[in-house]
DNA sequence: ATAAAGTCCGTACCGGGGTACGGAGTAAAC
DNA sequence: GTTTACTCCGTACCCCGGTACGGACTTTAT
């Protein structure tokens, strides 16, 4: 089969096919020694449309990648799909879980809203010039902030010397200590270079999704 | 005050401002006629918390600057507003929706999935249909490496998860595989962008000492 | 034999929301 | 008066999932 056919077969684009081979989730067949077009086995039919069935469960392309060859190791166990997939579940949840939020908040300012009248009464516009709810205003002084983070997924002490470490790196950290038992880290930090929503940040880009903790 | 005073007084990055004033979200300020730096009128402060605030409620930035154009109008009328906030709402509830179905999916084949035994058991699996091994057909052009690390300190999956993450961070890595059990990790990656010793260098930096295999 | 269709390959671009870098100029603090 | 911090400006890059273009080539259909 050519590329084309190769593309109409799995419902996909020629171009798409092209960008799968550079991303490197589907094999890429030699050229014929003697010249001409490439030929695909109709395998790569069949990966694509299992690349595409599970995009459609939530998985990213690379996600895909990883989960199908994961699954066509002659090795496989269902444990390390499933967990692939209960980790997307939670992804999937969490991302619910702030598109409620936010719809809840659409929610009630649009009934708190009058029909008419000038855009001040509108509760939208006024929602919007409240001030933040984590403004981070602060005088001169650069009085060390004290800040408690609950941090989700730390099983294990290896665990808890890789967030040491995410946070010790961070401009503006000067100590922290990482508890296993409660899931909780205590920081020690210069406000104004590192802001506590900012370490959480840095948590999550690490691969563990944190959150502040106002005591 | 300055661009940097601003930045810090709405809770942004100097950075994010000149990426707003390029993408004409804010106004830039002419510069002084005697040469100088730019003098950014507290308004701009003000204008960047809005926007940040409809951010937080779904608007995306050129939504939220087109909210606030709308509500600064003299004659501006609270159903405009209305009418965006109701338009996001909509929008909201369908992306909720897609996300509700991809969850509900999720959870069945969860459910109907046993715990162990092989993959091709794993209703995940079943449902992406058959596996179709991935021929591994080399070509004379530069085919991604495969590369096996043995990791030492994993202990969770937790640690599995920091693991994959950092290295699908790395610049060239295509795709890996994770294992808890044997403590190894195989990665795809375009030997030109990232040799394996790089990978070991960049587990070290994340927190993992890590060796290459060689089989 | 020739025209149409298909392929190859590199490269650039879309939208969304920024971050990063580097060299030069400027302002402020000590 | 020197050092340090800050600003200015252009440009490039990040992720994600592709789409588009253009010139040269190859295959197929008539």
């Not at 895909?64 to 994961?70: F, G, R, S, V």
């Not at 209960?86 to 908040?105: F, H, P, T, W």
Request: aromatic fraction near 4%; glycine fraction near 8%.
């Amino acid at each position: 089969m050519t590329i084309g056919q190769t593309a109409r077969a799995a419902g996909v684009g020629v171009e798409t096919i092209r960008f799968y081979e550079r991303q490197g989730f589907i094999d890429r067949p030699p050229k014929p020694l003697g010249g001409g077009y490439r030929r695909y086995p109709s395998a790569t039919v069949e990966r694509i449309r299992l690349l595409r069935q599970a995009q459609g469960l939530g998985f990213s392309l690379r996600e895909a990648a990883t989960l199908l060859d994961l699954g066509s190791r002659p090795d496989a166990r269902a444990e390390s799909i499933r967990n692939q997939a209960v980790q997307k579940l939670a992804d999937v949840d969490r991302r619910l879980e702030e598109l409620g939020a936010i719809r809840g908040a659409l929610v009630e300012l649009l009934q708190t809203c009058p029909r008419e009248g000038p855009a001040s009464c509108c509760s939208v516009w006024q929602a919007l010039s409240q001030p933040a709810a984590h403004s981070p205003i602060e005088g001169n002084t650069t009085m060390p902030q004290h800040t408690r983070l609950a941090i989700e997924g730390m099983q294990c002490d290896g665990c808890v010397r890789v967030v040491q470490q995410a946070l010790e790196r961070e401009p503006g950290v000067q100590r922290c200590i990482v508890y296993l038992d409660n899931g909780q880290s205590e920081v020690t930090h210069d406000p104004d270079v590192v802001t506590p929503e900012r370490l959480a940040e840095t948590l999550l880009s690490t691969g563990y999704r944190a959150t502040v903790v106002s005591d």
